[in-house]
């Protein structure tokens, strides 16, 4: 659990071992990241060249606001809708989310939808191929079979759907940071450090570093994992890793 109580106190648990630091090397809104690249969404694209922070930039574009001007709650429901599009939210599934009523809901995401136009195009060619393919692949070629689009139940068609929508995303995600996990030991090796790779937790890699290397670690782990998908793919979205050092996991994290 990471944006719990409980999920802190685990984390912490995880203490470097003497002269040594934890590091957590986590990959910034790739889903995102990839949605722009992969659904070639322009607005999104520009947001992120820019560094333009995505859901505030989401929310100028939604709701009018111009983003010097942005309160914490408009970028909240506009965070909600970013990352719920990727996962087919629904108006009910959103309304619950935000606590708002299913009609404002439904509005947010038809907004959404005629703000960036290009997303709605990736979802129904997507729906479209899966449906005569029964699989999607992702930007590097893998494959996922989506068994569902063939169900009797409408229900279980509905969720092959949204797995074929959110799965070159994901999928790509993932493709991502093995390739990051592959090349690491002999970025760090050929850097001359002895910092070691421990785990990785969804777009997150940890690492333990001899304190006195952990300024080189962090620059070597960032320029390998931010450059992954090359030569394979040419992402049109930069990568972006964020990184911190400290004694335990959680103040890493």
Do not use: C
Not at 38 to 67: N, Q, W, Y
Not at 91 to 109: C, K, R, V
Not at 127 to 151: D, L
Not at 170 to 185: E, K, L, N, S, Y
């Amino acid at each position: 659990p990471i944006r719990t109580e409980t999920g802190r106190q685990i984390r912490q648990a995880f203490i470097a071992a003497p002269g040594h630091v934890l590091i957590s090397a986590d990959y910034s809104q790739i889903e995102l990241r990839l949605l722009a690249h992969i659904g070639d969404i322009p607005e999104l694209k520009r947001a992120f060249a820019a560094g333009i922070d995505i859901h505030t930039a989401t929310a100028s574009e939604m709701f009018g606001v111009p983003v010097d001007q942005m309160d914490p709650e408009t970028r909240r429901r506009a965070k909600a809708i970013n990352f719920g599009i990727v996962y087919g939210i629904s108006a009910f599934g959103l309304a619950a989310q935000l606590n708002i009523d299913q009609g404002e809901a439904g509005a947010y995401i038809k907004t959404y939808f005629e703000r960036f136009p290009g997303i709605r195009t990736y979802m129904d060619a997507t729906k479209a191929q899966v449906r005569e393919t029964g699989m999607v692949s992702t930007v590097f070629g893998r494959r996922i079979h989506i068994p569902a689009i063939h169900s009797k139940s409408g229900a279980e068609r509905q969720f092959g759907e949204r797995a074929a929508i959110n799965a070159p995303i994901q999928g790509a995600a993932a493709d991502i940071i093995r390739r990051a996990m592959m090349r690491m030991p002999g970025a760090l090796v050929e850097a001359g450090l002895s910092t070691k790779m421990l785990l990785q937790v969804h777009d997150e890699l940890v690492f333990e570093a001899p304190e006195a290397e952990a300024e080189r670690a962090i620059a070597v782990i960032k320029r390998t994992m931010e450059g992954a998908a090359e030569p394979a793919v040419a992402l049109t979205v930069p990568l972006v890793v964020e990184a911190r050092a400290a004694g335990n996991w959680d103040e890493a994290h």
